[in-house]
């Protein structure tokens, strides 16, 4: 077992060695670190709707109800009301005619592409999706093509010359999660018909934040019923636990048989179903959250402009500081946590090598003033 502490040193050494901040107290905009409080600009609990007393109430009547845990997968006797009114509430929200509730997004997508593709088959895949969607694709056994990030050309040139697959799958996130930047979705739908490709769309980062009713990127382009499969999560800007997949019912029965992340897990405990349910009852009823969000999104990027300061095609509220150097970017990190920020560095192998970044997340409750704190600090290292 000696590769272990070789391995851990050599971590040390390269500045890549990752360690956990405890968070004492509830997740908001200010949290509590080692009894220091620290204004935080790295949670994608977007809406700030991780602690809020709608949802913690509705957690509290399900324990009271239903008891905590689900005792065994959905299939065998975890599926229980909330599970139910879950799936139905997503799959409404959603405008889709039914969705599937795993125990996370990761689970989500290694399950349903795992599951949907296989030996004989091709993926085509953006080269900075999540890790859960490479998992997923590794997993399926599917040969696996990655064009370059947001590349349409190289993207039509893996099709044109994809000969003999039993089933072509495209998979794409929505909002890239550590650039924060958008899909081509629009040129990717047109592309797939051509060349009769399904395409996957995660979106994870963009439930509750893009779109007119917050139901994502797909909504916001006039997308919708374009993808295949629509994956999200209820761990983001809906403030809990658990993915999801919407599509047809064929679809949803088909993971229901087949997804093994699905099949052989326990359900989640009912009081994380009354969670996402109260979270996306506020995510439909409360507009003003995602006004007040896009304003500090602007806000921010104004400020960020005025130093012409590179965070990439960013356009949502992961805006991603892009410094390069791994040690630089370790060192700013610390600066901003000497005085009060927690937005930790990101390094890879998270983001490809030499392009480590401070990975910003804006929340609706952020004010002009926080803003303005975590500028001031930032301006004041060299970037
Ligand atoms: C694009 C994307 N997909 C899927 C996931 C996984 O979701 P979860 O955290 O709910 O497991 C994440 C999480 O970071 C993500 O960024």
Request: with cysteine; charged share 20%; aromatic share 8%.
């Amino acid at each position: 077992m000696d590769f272990i502490k070789q391995e851990l040193t050599n971590l040390r050494n390269n500045a890549l060695y990752r360690t956990l901040k405890t968070i004492d107290g509830s997740q908001s905009k200010k949290v509590i670190i080692d009894g220091k409080e620290y204004l935080s600009f790295c949670s994608n609990n977007y809406l700030d709707i991780a602690n809020h007393p709608a949802i913690t109430a509705a957690v509290i009547d399900a324990v009271k109800k239903y008891g905590w845990g689900a005792g065994a997968s959905m299939l065998v006797s975890g599926n229980m009301t909330l599970h139910k009114q879950l799936e139905k509430e997503i799959a409404q929200f959603k405008k889709t005619e039914d969705s599937i509730v795993f125990p996370t997004g990761f689970m989500a997508n290694v399950g349903t592409i795992s599951s949907i593709v296989g030996n004989g088959d091709l993926i085509i895949s953006d080269r900075l999706n999540h890790a859960s969607i490479v998992e997923g694709s590794k997993l399926s056994k599917a040969t696996f093509r990655v064009y370059a990030h947001c590349d349409i050309v190289r993207l039509e040139k893996i099709l044109k010359r994809a000969k003999g697959f039993r089933r072509i799958l495209i998979v794409t996130d929505s909002v890239f999660s550590m650039d924060g930047d958008i899909a081509p979705l629009k040129e990717i739908f047109p592309i797939a018909e051509e060349y009769n490709a399904m395409v996957m769309v995660d979106e994870a980062h963009a439930t509750g934040v893009f779109g007119e009713s917050g139901r994502g990127v797909l909504e916001s382009l006039g997308l919708e019923h374009k993808a295949d499969i629509v994956m999200g999560t209820l761990s983001k800007a809906v403030g809990g636990m658990g993915g999801f997949v919407c599509g047809n019912h064929d679809l949803v029965n088909y993971l229901r048989n087949k997804a093994k992340s699905f099949i052989y897990t326990t359900a989640l405990p009912p009081a994380v179903c009354a969670a996402a349910l109260a979270g996306l009852k506020l995510i439909k009823k409360s507009a003003e959250l995602r006004t007040s969000l896009w304003k500090n999104i602007n806000y921010f990027r104004e400020r960020l402009n005025e130093r012409k300061i590179n965070c990439g095609n960013s356009q949502g509220p992961i805006i991603p500081i892009i410094i390069g150097d791994l040690e630089k970017t370790n060192h700013i990190a610390e600066i901003l946590f000497e005085n009060g920020i927690l937005a930790p560095a990101i390094r890879p192998p998270t983001v490809p090598r030499g392009s480590s970044r401070i990975r910003v997340t804006i929340m609706s409750s952020h004010t002009k003033e926080d803003i303005d704190k975590f500028i001031t600090i930032l301006f004041n290292v060299t970037i």
